[in-house]
């Protein structure tokens, strides 16, 4: 048996995203069974069915010298406005129309 | 035809699926693999959906409805072939072997239907042959697999060879013939020349299948779900 993967397209113009792994004997089975698995509820605009040694996994990533500003987790916007704040001797207001950034007091990248 | 006539045929091609649906789904939960398990069961539903849509319009003919005809009639009272009355779970090599024969036949009886002047009938028989198209891509990719490997295919024609005289039974004149040709054509090995098992008789398997069938409906007769 082969372990084909098998991406999903909910609709038209959406990209393709993995929805399972199935097990078949060869490429015909593995697209009926892919067809009854994600296809037959009509959850599915279209579906690719791939086997799973055509994937091409990659898990190493260099960042030797932590350039964490590459990172969509590595850089607090918060932080940067505070200090930014501070220096100018310019407290945050609490009901902010005039800056959204302000307003989202959220990390972004 | 006359309304009554084509009640009469659309019985017999309900009744096949209605009674292959509900032997198809007796795999449901044991079948080879669970990929095979939720292909084989869906098939089993989509047979018992196109039973339905055909009593449905037997019904209309007769002036009943489609649980009646499915439901309150005696075992000797359906127009099933006994190919699809007979019980196989466990063996999966007779189940593939009816499973290709019955699509086949099928197939030559709904192209038939989709040329029929009844435009009901033929519009219903175009939907149906929609999901037929993908039952056919099973059987066929199945009979290849079985055909593949030494101990499969003994054991497949085995079963072709037993089942052959019931196929037969599922389709009449030139039907059977054309029937008879495509499977001969497909098939790596002869089959015998064989009398049909014909229509209006019933496989001893059958009266099990009706109780079971029919079991739910008669606890509380004349009741609605």
């Known amino acids: ?23 078949a004997p060869d490429e015909r089975f593995a697209e009926e069974y892919a067809r009854e ?30 350039r964490n500003y590459h990172r969509v ?5 918060k932080e940067k406005l505070k200090e930014a704040r501070l220096a100018a001797g310019n407290a945050p207001r609490r009901q902010g129309g005039a800056d959204p950034s302000l307003r989202s007091g959220g990390d972004e990248p | 035809m006359n309304s009554q006539g084509r009640a009469e045929f659309l019985l017999a091609l309900a009744d096949d699926e209605l009674l292959l649906g509900w032997r198809d789904s ?21 047979e ?3 039973a339905r ?15 009646e005809l499915a439901f309150d009639r005696a075992p000797e009272e359906y127009r099933s072939a006994p190919l699809v009355e ?28 989709t040329a029929a002047a009844d435009e009901e009938v033929a519009g219903l028989a175009a939907k149906i042959d929609r999901e037929e198209v993908y039952h056919r891509i099973h059987a066929e990719m199945w009979l290849d697999r079985l055909l593949a490997s030494e101990e499969a295919r003994v054991r497949l024609e085995t079963a072709v060879a037993e089942l052959w005289p019931y196929s037969l039974g599922i389709l009449a004149g030139s039907q059977r013939r054309e029937f008879s040709g495509r499977v001969r054509g497909r098939l790596p090995f002869d089959l015998a020349e064989a009398e049909a098992v014909e229509r209006g008789g019933h496989a001893e398997a059958l ?4 109780e079971e069938m029919t079991e739910v409906r008669r606890s509380v007769p004349g009741a609605t779900w």
């Not at chain 2, 849509?53 to 649980?67: I, K, N, P, V």
């Not at chain 2, 063996?91 to 699509?103: K, P, V």
């Open chain 1, 37 to 66: 698995f994600y296809g037959r509820r009509g959850e599915s605009e279209a579906v690719w069915v791939v086997p799973r040694s055509a994937v091409h996994e990659i898990d190493d990533f260099a960042d030797e010298l932590e």
């Open chain 2, 53 to 67: 849509a055909l009593y449905e319009l037997a019904a209309r003919d007769l002036g009943t409805t489609a649980d």
């Open chain 2, 207 to 210: 009266e099990s299948l009706w």
């Open chain 1, 1 to 23: 048996m082969t372990i084909f993967e098998v991406f999903r397209q909910e609709r038209k113009g959406q990209p393709y995203q993995h929805a399972g792994s199935l097990a």
């Open chain 2, 26 to 46: 007796e795999w449901t939960g044991i079948a080879p693999d669970l990929e095979e398990d939720v292909a084989f069961s869906s098939i089993a539903q989509n």
């Open chain 2, 48 to 50: 018992i959906g196109h």
């Open chain 1, 73 to 77: 987790d590595g850089y607090s916007l």
């Open chain 2, 86 to 113: 007979l019980r196989f779970v466990p063996d999966w090599g007779r189940t593939i072997a009816r499973h290709y024969l019955y699509e086949t036949a099928d197939a030559v009886r709904i192209e038939a239907l």
